[in-house]
């Protein structure tokens, strides 16, 4: 593809973030620890006009896509942040038919929408065209691999203008950003919500990449807040995933309607065929990922709004899901230390 030069192996001596052969992560948001990844070999290191961009094959996590020195995708566990971030509000709304996606340019939640065949428009609205170059190019058989679907409309352009032109115009809004630092600083404050709240249709579904409960409680009590003020229902969800910080990475969801257990409960079946092809998400797990470890829940739970009633059945799964994200947080401390 023009514009995206390979970076020869040798590049890695180069890049500041590799040292003798591993990757480590350089991220003011949770100071004092660190995710590495052993660097088989660099496939693509440069800059875009917002962000530094490296693609590398790691040892034992495959691919990894890594902006500003931060890991956003690597092929052995992408599934899990990407297919509950995109099934998640895609399965709580009865029949979804618009969805817009903020930032994804890897990918990976555009696979995941374009497995609904209730979906008729996408729109993909991404503010960095490289990654997307350098997704399609290193990605294309990981998370890259549904840009040619004719239901997407792709554009390259800041979202938080981007909603103020389109009001009253989406099912499903999926906010897949970075931290909230650089170019995704704006995707989390309480005005960009309120122009999200306008561009979704009657009973819309809002979900974020909502950071990280073991570090960020503050933030994200603040955020359910704002959205508190402007939403019918606010939850939040969270998944696990090994190269994410603590094994583990939140949802803020958020919708128009305040039907009972709205978000937490799925409003549609399944298809056989689709679940086969998924390695992460089923309506158990959906259920289960709203239940959080007590110290999290002490935070968010006055926060939450129409929360309904959980579900006997489901006890079993969400112990499962908070001793993971304990256990994985447990790990990598060790791991650090």
Known sequence: MPGVPDAPASHAA?????????????????????MSLKVEKVLYQGRSAYQDV????????????????VIQVTERDEMAYQEMIAHIPLFAHP???????????????????????????????EIDQKVVEVSKRFLSDV??????????????????????RHPNSYDVIVVD?????????????????AELRKSLKPSGIICNQGECQWLHLDLIGKVLGDCGKTFATVDYAFTTIPTYPCGQIGFLLCSLSDAPNMLRE?????????????RYYSPEV??????L???????????????????????IAYCAVAAASAACAYLLARRAS
Not at 143 to 164: G, M, P, Y
Not at 286 to 291: I, N
Not at 296 to 307: D, F, Q, S, T
Request: charged content about 25%; some cysteine.
């Open 177 to 193: 950003s970075s931290d909230p630092v650089g170019p995704a600083e704006a995707l989390f404050t309480s005005d960009f919500y």
């Open 95 to 125: 029949n979804p038919s618009s969805v817009l996606i903020v930032g994804g340019g890897d990918g990976g939640v555009l696979r995941e929408v374009c497995r609904h065949a209730c979906v008729r428009d996408i729109t993909m609205c």
């Open 54 to 69: 490296l693609v590398f094959q790691s040892t034992n996590y495959g691919r990894v896509l890594v902006l500003d020195g």
């Open 266 to 278: 799925p409003r549609r079946a399944i298809d056989p065929q689709m679940q086969a092809a998924l």
């Open 293 to 315: 470890p007590r110290f999290a829940e002490r935070i968010v739970g006055p926060l939450r709004k129409n929360r309904g009633t959980l579900l006997p059945r489901d006890s």
């Open 14 to 34: 180069t890049v500041p973030s590799i040292k003798d052969g591993w990757f480590s992560e350089d991220e003011v948001m949770w100071p004092g620890q660190r």
């Open 286 to 291: 959906h259920r289960a990922a709203f239940v």
């Open 143 to 164: 998370t890259a691999s549904s840009f040619s679907d004719s239901r997407l409309t792709l554009l390259f352009e800041d979202a938080a203008q981007f909603v103020k």
